[in-house]
């Protein structure tokens, strides 16, 4: 019998995220107003998707809400739409273990029923401590190794054995630099498929850098038949960067060869709002070269993001500075270890 295949979009949460990015590069651009939010969130209920994430969860001093950016869980939970499919779900998601877990109530009706926690790989084992809180307080988890690619074998098996102990939802696999192929996704769908817990849902998590998150979608759907998987995208392939697998392509395909009844409709509703979202080439998420020059590299996406549009480089400029970057700083971007490559040239 074949595994349970499950959808969850995140246009609110990375393409809030997206907006953010632009915002922090000097770029101005329309926010996220509270009444598209809302009706984002219900043509996303009722488009049958099963999993909607609603955005992130941040202690801010700024009102971050244009950014689907909330305080706390109660916030983000008033976003929930009026349930109509007791199965579907709704869920946030927290950028590493900054909130004081103390802050978090118990989970409860009203409340979103899941939480997705990025793990911070320098603070790996706080990451995970965290994730096994917030299942204690009732929420299903999610949980999110970031740049998988990086995490050698070992470390991995301590993120499956905790993920395991605490009965996570979901345990992913993140392509966050665009640049993960075929064998790539094979090799760690069989690491996981043979060391995690058969009903704890496996997903993926794909970057469009290099134009493969569908190809390798598709093949994450179509192999490993016997396992729970769950996979995201964003309507329009809003999101961070080079943008997500877009919602409406997922949806189509799996209609037509899972034998799924996504209502397309109501995310063509949701291409129409965003389309005002993407009015400038600088300020789009999407394919361009700037986004997939650091995919070659194996490198943050916005080192090249702040070379051209803070610096005016041209696109050999930016891939001369990446080809002299050290490994350490590919992981992580920082403006200070910018200015140093600068420096440098």
């Not at 990086?150 to 395991?164: Q, W």
């Not at 964003?234 to 997922?250: S, W």
């Not at 080809?323 to 140093?340: F, G, I, Q, V």
Request: aromatic share 10%; net charge neutral.
């Amino acid at each position: 019998m074949n595994g349970e295949i499950k959808i969850l979009d995140c246009t609110l949460r990375d393409g809030g995220q997206c907006l953010e990015d632009i915002e922090m590069n000097g770029i101005h651009i329309q926010l996220f107003q509270e009444e598209e939010r809302m009706k984002i969130a219900s043509s996303l209920r009722d488009s049958k998707i099963e999993i909607i994430e609603l955005g992130c969860i941040e202690e801010s001093k700024q009102n971050k809400e244009g950014f689907a950016i909330y305080q706390s869980v109660q916030e983000l939970s008033r976003l929930i739409p009026i349930r109509k499919d007791k199965k579907q779900m709704f869920v946030g998601l927290y950028t590493g273990p900054d909130t004081d877990i103390g802050k978090i109530p118990n989970h409860s009706p009203g409340l979103v029923d899941g939480i997705r926690v990025i793990l911070r790989y320098s603070e790996l084992e706080k990451s995970l401590t965290y994730c096994r809180e917030l299942a204690k307080k009732g929420y299903k988890v999610f949980v999110q190794p970031m740049l998988t690619m990086r995490y050698s074998d070992y470390e991995l098996m301590k993120v499956i054995d905790a993920a395991n102990e605490m009965g996570a939802y979901a345990l992913y696999f993140v392509d966050s630099f665009g640049y993960m192929n075929v064998k790539d996704i094979e090799r760690l769908s069989e690491f996981y498929a043979k060391r995690l817990n058969s009903n704890i849902f496996i997903g993926f998590h794909a970057h469009n850098n290099m134009n493969r998150a569908f190809e390798n979608v598709k093949y994450f759907i179509d192999h490993f038949t016997e396992r729970k998987k769950l996979v995201d995208s964003c309507v329009y392939g809003m999101g961070q960067g080079a943008g997500n697998l877009q919602t409406e392509i997922l949806v189509h395909y799996m209609n037509e060869h899972h034998g799924t009844e996504y209502q397309f409709n109501n995310i063509l509703e949701i291409c129409d709002l965003l389309e005002k979202y993407r009015p400038y080439e600088m300020a789009t998420w999407g394919y361009s070269p700037v986004r997939m020059i650091p995919a070659i590299h194996k490198a943050a996406y916005k080192y090249a993001s702040a070379m051209k549009w803070r610096h005016g480089m041209s696109l050999v400029e930016i891939h001369k500075v990446l080809s002299c970057m050290p490994e350490a700083w590919k992981h992580r971007y920082t403006a200070e270890n910018l200015d140093k490559l600068l420096k440098d040239q």
